[in-house]
């Protein structure tokens, strides 16, 4: 057990484990209290504001948010019957369809954001510098980066 604590890529693991563990719960408190969309919501309706005509194909929808995509799914079940988004048919591909956000969606987007931004600059910048907060999203893009290719980038360095 020891050998786990001084083992600094151990370290690092559980130092994202548990900043995930609070920080996410920690800024979903604030988006409810302030009577926004749940963060899982906010997800969905961010990635689709961010496509080209504001939809994405379920599955690539699935891809791009940080939910599992049966996750997705439901979330997108969810947004449609709240009228924030609308599934449409694939035309091309009767086997897929299209998430849409729809304007109400775009305004609960818009009205959600400075809640989120002031949880993360609360909950997080608070406790960072700026320069430190460029390093740390550097760093995850990188552990990520070498995760989603499944090749060490350490050997290189």
Known sequence: ?????????????????VAHSRLVPAIERDLRASGQVNLSWYDVLLELNAAPGRRLRMSEL????????????????????????????????????????????????????????EAIRR?????????????LARLLEQATAGAESGISAKAGR
């Open 62 to 117: 699935g891809e791009r948010a940080v939910l599992s995509r049966t996750r997705v799914s439901r979330v997108v079940d969810e947004l449609t019957a709240a009228g924030l988004a609308e599934r449409q048919a694939d035309e091309a591909d009767g086997r897929s369809s299209f998430a849409v956000l729809t304007p109400a969606g775009k305004n609960a987007l818009r009205r959600a954001w400075p809640v989120y931004r």
């Open 123 to 135: 909950r997080l910048g608070a406790h960072l510098t700026a320069q430190q907060c460029r390093q």
């Open 1 to 17: 057990m020891t050998e786990e604590r001084e083992d600094p890529e151990v370290a690092a693991w559980r130092g994202l484990l």
